[in-house]
């Protein structure tokens, strides 16, 4: 996301948003639009963490996933019914044009019918196949070591990296979900993890925790 954001867009407030954030799609109705693309993509967020532990254990008010930027393209065009707003710093962009898809990093595909959003889509820096941290382009790992599948084949972010993106501001759930994953995290995935958090988020509550 650059540092200025284009002119417009729209302030849709908390109410808004939850009505139009009502029935979003689940990770399986996702799987199956993009089954066959060429570009890497995975579940990521708390259903993320869901997947991981292969149960669902909180209600969830949207469905998001990451992908590529460049891969952004052939996403878009498994949807050719509904529309994709961009959306960033509180603000919508109705059918994104290529200035406000470059200014931000999420797109929420809407339903043109009802104006139901349905998806969030990360756009995600990366350099070919690896994928590089919005937080700290330093941070780099290719898409084999961050994607992880289900049995059933749907993919999904490494439990690590989500709770690396859920410490920048810890909201109530975010706490749950890390007390929810942290006893099914392996040593590695501990270790991966705080050094990550020690790099983006030096002095974090929960490293005390993961070192434990």
């Known amino acids: 996301m650059t540092d200025s954001l284009p002119p417009g867009g729209v302030v849709l407030d908390a109410d808004e948003l939850a009505a139009r954030w009502a029935n979003p799609w689940r990770p399986e109705q996702a799987a199956e639009r993009l089954a066959g693309v060429s570009t890497s993509w995975c ?15 909180r209600p969830h008010g949207d469905l998001e996933i990451a992908v590529p930027a460049a891969g952004f393209p052939e996403i878009r065009d498994r949807f050719p019914e509904y529309v994709f707003d961009a959306a960033g710093s509180g603000r919508v962009w109705p059918a994104a044009g290529a200035e406000a898809l470059a200014a931000t990093h999420q797109t929420w595909l ?55 993106f859920k410490a920048k501001a810890v909201r109530p759930k975010d706490q749950a979900d ?14 991966a993890l705080g050094g990550w958090l020690e790099r983006v988020h030096p002095g974090h509550p929960w490293l005390v925790e993961l070192a434990g």
């Open 43 to 57: 579940v990521a967020a708390g259903w993320a963490l869901d997947l991981f532990l292969g149960r669902e254990s």
């Open 110 to 164: 809407r339903d043109p019918a009802d104006g139901r959003f349905l998806l969030d889509v990360f756009r995600e820096p990366h350099d070919g196949g690896t994928w590089i941290c919005r937080r700290d382009e330093g941070l780099r790992l290719p898409y084999e070591e961050i994607i992880e599948r289900t049995a059933d084949g749907i993919p999904y972010m490494a439990p690590e990296l989500v709770l690396l």
């Open 178 to 191: 890390f007390g929810t994953v942290l006893p099914l995290l392996s040593r590695a995935r501990r270790e």
